[in-house]
């Protein structure tokens, strides 16, 4: 069915190290993948995206790599900050349809 | 035009009654976006327009709730007779058509008691 899901409810990484949140999606016909923050009170913040034709992408402290073949996609996050502490969303765009279907989220713990 | 607004922020309210929330997305956007989250989960979608034309509705959206965007710029969400089930966050984004970098508002919360 049409689900995108993460992994892990909760990861917790140390300031300063490096952290890697993953997500699973279901849809082989999705073109289109978004990473979103979201902070308590808030509505969610878009981080990064990448297309279906790419497999790699790199913004400033995150990159996100898609893996096609295993419907697998992953949010890295250098030098992770408390700053970074939050609920992090993936979400995908199934071709030709006007809405993205977002997956449970994993909760960022960054301990100081 | 700083973002996405909404209003009210918060609203409690008694099983049965009815309730109005607005959304005012960016101006520039084309597309505005209505989804509900509840407690630890991911966003759930609504409805969209475009414009002002509705273009899709989510089997979520009972005949109890009701979207509008009568001039392509502000929408509306409208409960019917609130059930404690329909308590979440109501959230709105806007986007140029297209696009699906989505711009989020804060959200609605609603708590029906």
């Known amino acids: 069915g049409e689900s995108v899901g993460l992994h892990l409810p909760t990861l917790s990484v140390q300031e300063g190290d490096n952290s890697i949140i993953n997500c699973a999606y279901s849809n082989s016909a999705s073109d289109y993948f978004i990473w979103y923050k979201q902070e308590s009170g808030k509505g969610p913040q878009f981080i990064i995206d990448i297309r279906s034709n790419m497999d790699k992408r790199q913004g400033q402290r995150v990159t996100v790599l898609l893996n096609k073949t295993v419907k697998h996609l992953s949010l890295q996050i250098a030098a992770t900050q408390p700053g970074d502490s939050a609920v992090y969303f993936c979400?995908?765009?199934?071709?030709?349809?006007?809405?993205?279907?977002f997956g449970q989220g994993t909760t960022l713990q960054v301990k100081p | 035009d700083t973002g996405v607004s909404q209003d009210p922020r918060h609203k409690i309210t008694k099983r049965g009654q009815n309730v109005t929330f607005r959304c005012d997305p960016i101006?520039?956007?084309?597309?505005l976006y209505w989804y509900r989250q509840t407690l630890g989960q991911g966003p759930e979608f609504l409805t969209y327009f475009q414009n002002e034309a509705q273009l899709e509705k989510s089997r979520l959206l009972s005949d109890r709730f009701s979207a509008e965007r009568p001039k392509g710029s502000f929408s509306t969400l409208e409960i019917q007779r609130t059930e404690q089930g329909d308590s979440a966050m109501y959230l709105c984004a806007s986007s140029f058509e297209g696009s699906y970098g989505y711009t989020f508002g804060s959200g609605t919360r609603l708590t029906v008691v």
């Open positions: 101006s520039e956007h084309n597309r």
């Open positions: 979400a995908e765009n199934i071709s030709n349809t006007g809405k993205l279907i």
